[in-house]
């Protein structure tokens, strides 16, 4: 199959130095351009990589704005939580005033208590003296009984009977009194443990617990509300520093935006000088591109000739996302012709020249759908490896790729700085050209390579 190629542009012919007029002569002219060229292109990649160092710095800026904010909001969640436990707490010490109030009542009670089994107690005391007595009217009454003879047995029967019934009760009387001070002398103890006494030097066990409880209790409320304190002052920080960041994210903006518009500068001058028609160290990679645009939109053309893909498949668009990718892959409906036809155009590119880094074909998205064989291997699952070498695929949208792909000028040719993976970065050029498939912009081919 015949390839077809665009003429590239003829060069203007500069005008030779003519004796005594003063005119610069092509020579001196051709050098004077050759050195803006070269200037450009320093000036160029310095602010490339300028740009990408304040591209980095904007974005470690954005991490820290989203690590304050968030930092921010946890203490905001502290400080609530110090305001809930303060609540709780002095909740809980009231809770224990109450304890203590209700423990003094019953203090007092028990105290009652106290003095009713006393009471109980001196009956006791009683009754055992009543029984007493009992038994010696008894044992009296018996020995009269006796005296008596026969006449005073019945008598003394009941003497008898009385003087044992006496012995019991005397007998009961004593436990009941024991019973009642073994009880007295617990209750008494219980009395001196729940009730206050302020005019001892110690308190009960019971109440000096209470007390503990209140001063820990007091501890945490003094502790949550220097807390709470603490953590208002760091969120008033947190705001200052998150303004302080926002404002730098800002002014990196700006900055961006300048050392952009010197990149523009550079990359029109180097533009300029290419469309002067004078050689210079790009004119080589420019008139490469040119040819590899060319002969890619001719076999292209050749395919939907010969209705190896219809025009809707290969202008297709709805990108597939392939499940579980990251960085995420997609597929579109050309991607079988691109395998097919684009790496013998790239590889030979690659070959081109050392200084070249890779040749790719992309849709106007952006989209590559066939890498060079050295970046189209299929992902591991290492997002670091996978970034670097599995490159096909893929959609790139940055300032660079966009701008390459949808370009439809005859060439473009720009600086930027490349990531190579694990903190490398490369600055370098990039020259593209448009891909065109019968009149209808289709993509354009990319060529990187070294300064």
């Not at 300028?50 to 969640?77: F, I, N």
């Not at 520093?241 to 050392?259: C, D, F, P, V, Y």
């Not at 590899?292 to 290969?314: D, F, Q, V, W």
């Not at 392939?322 to 070959?351: C, M, Y």
Request: proline letters at 3%.
């Amino acid at each position: 199959m015949l390839l077809l190629k665009r003429a590239p542009k003829s060069a203007p012919t500069l005008p030779e130095e003519t004796p005594g007029t003063g005119t610069v002569s092509q020579s001196a002219l051709r050098t004077a351009i050759q050195s803006i060229s070269q200037q450009a292109s320093t000036i160029g990649r310095e602010a490339a990589e300028v740009r990408g160092q304040l591209d980095d710095t904007t974005k470690a800026s954005e991490r820290s704005a989203v690590a304050v904010a968030s930092l921010g909001s946890q203490v905001k969640g502290i400080t609530a939580s110090q305001a809930s436990i303060a609540s709780t707490s002095n909740a809980g010490l009231g809770a224990v005033e109450r304890v203590r109030h209700a423990v003094e009542g019953v203090g007092r009670e028990v105290g009652e208590v106290v003095a009713t089994l006393r009471d109980v107690a001196r009956a006791a005391e009683s009754i055992t003296q009543i029984a007493l007595q009992t038994r010696l009217v008894a044992f009296n009454a018996s020995v009269e009984a006796k005296r008596a003879g026969e006449a005073g047995r019945g008598f003394g029967v009941v003497a008898d009977a009385v003087k044992d019934l006496a012995g019991k009760v005397e007998s009961s009387s004593k436990e009941i009194m024991r019973t009642v001070d073994l009880l007295d002398k617990r209750v008494a103890a219980l009395a001196r443990e729940i009730r206050i006494d302020p005019a001892a030097a110690e308190q009960g066990e019971f109440q000096t617990a209470l007390a503990d409880v209140q001063g820990s209790v007091a501890s945490i409320i003094d502790a949550a509300n220097q807390s709470r304190a603490i953590c208002s002052g760091l969120d008033a920080q947190m705001t200052a520093i998150a303004g302080e960041i926002n404002q730098t994210g800002r002014a990196l903006g700006a900055a961006m935006k300048r050392s952009e518009a010197f990149l523009d500068v550079s990359e029109h001058l180097i533009e300029l000088v290419a469309e002067c028609g004078i050689e210079t160290a790009d004119t080589p990679f420019i008139n490469a591109v040119v040819d590899a645009a060319n002969e890619i939109g001719t076999l292209l053309e050749a395919a939907l000739y010969s209705r190896a893909i219809s025009p809707a498949a290969l202008f297709d668009e709805a990108y597939q996302a392939i499940v579980g990718t990251n960085p995420a892959q997609h597929t579109t409906q050309f991607n079988a012709l691109a395998d097919k036809l684009f790496p013998a155009v790239q590889e030979r590119l690659l070959e081109f020249s050392p200084k070249v880094v890779f040749c790719i074909a992309v849709d106007r998205n952006g989209y590559v759908s066939t890498h060079n064989l050295k970046y189209n291997q299929r992902q591991r699952g290492d997002v670091t490896w996978d970034s670097a070498n599995s490159r096909y695929r893929r959609i790139f949208a940055d300032r660079t790729g966009l701008a390459s792909a949808r370009n439809k000028r005859p060439f473009l040719l720009q600086t930027y700085r490349r990531d190579m993976g694990g903190g490398n970065f490369i600055v370098m050029k990039e020259a593209a050209a448009p891909i065109t498939v019968n009149g209808k912009h289709w993509g354009g081919v990319r060529l990187a390579f070294k300064f």
